[in-house]
């Protein structure tokens, strides 16, 4: 495939992957002296102060005091209070209950009929229902029918002959996309 400008899809992506990594390197060597630049004593780390120097001067690191709490007197309490003599209850006394034997009274005696008797019911049976034989039923007389015979169906089709023919040579490459990239050797890309 080849772009409106005459580059091949395959140029492009190169071209691509050239310029992005020519950025990549470009951002890492800014970095490594940025480091170097905050480091100022090039031992390989950056320590607090020269972080803070680089970030907008040079702070000191704090230091920490004794506490400059202070605390109220401690509270003091009382002697506790006192109460007087503690109540004392005597035993209850009660009445002792007078219980009296119950007023007895009687009455005459009562009489009841004898108990009824009941007599076994009468067993009467229903005789069994009889049924009569269940229907027969005849198989169904056989019927044929006649032997069917198939053929094949005949069709005259014959499928259309593919013609086959070479493709049209490419276009050659201008001119111009041929000097792009000898410049671009030129300057020491890597595509």
Do not use: W
């Not at 970095?31 to 320590?47: E, H, K, L, V």
């Not at 005696?109 to 005789?127: K, L, M, N």
């Not at 229902?129 to 019927?143: G, H, L, R």
């Not at 111009?176 to 990239?181: C, G, Q, R, S």
Request: hydrophobic residues 40%; contains cysteine.
């Amino acid at each position: 495939l080849k772009s409106s400008v005459g580059l091949s899809a395959v140029e492009a992506i190169s071209t691509l992957h050239c310029s992005l990594l020519i950025d990549r390197l470009q951002a890492i060597a800014m970095s490594a002296a940025a480091f170097q630049q905050i480091d100022q004593n090039r031992d390989g780390s950056i320590s607090r102060e020269e972080f803070a120097a680089a970030m907008g001067g040079a702070q000191p690191a704090p230091t920490y005091g004794a506490s400059q709490m202070t605390y109220r007197a401690p509270v003091t309490y009382g002697a506790p209070a006192t109460y007087g003599a503690p109540v004392t209850y005597g035993a209850p006394t009660y009445a002792a209950p007078q219980y009296a034997a119950p007023q007895a009274s009687y009455a005459q005696p009562q009489t009841y009929s004898a108990p009824t008797t009941y007599a076994a019911p009468t067993a009467s049976f229903v005789a069994a229902p009889t049924y009569a034989a269940p229907p027969t039923y005849a198989a169904p007389a056989a019927q044929y029918y006649p032997q069917m015979a198939y053929a094949q169906p005949q069709m005259a089709y014959q499928p259309a002959q593919p013609t086959m023919a070479a493709p049209a040579p490419a276009p050659a490459a201008p001119v111009k996309a041929k000097k792009a990239k000898a410049a671009k050797k030129k300057k020491g890309c890597c595509c």
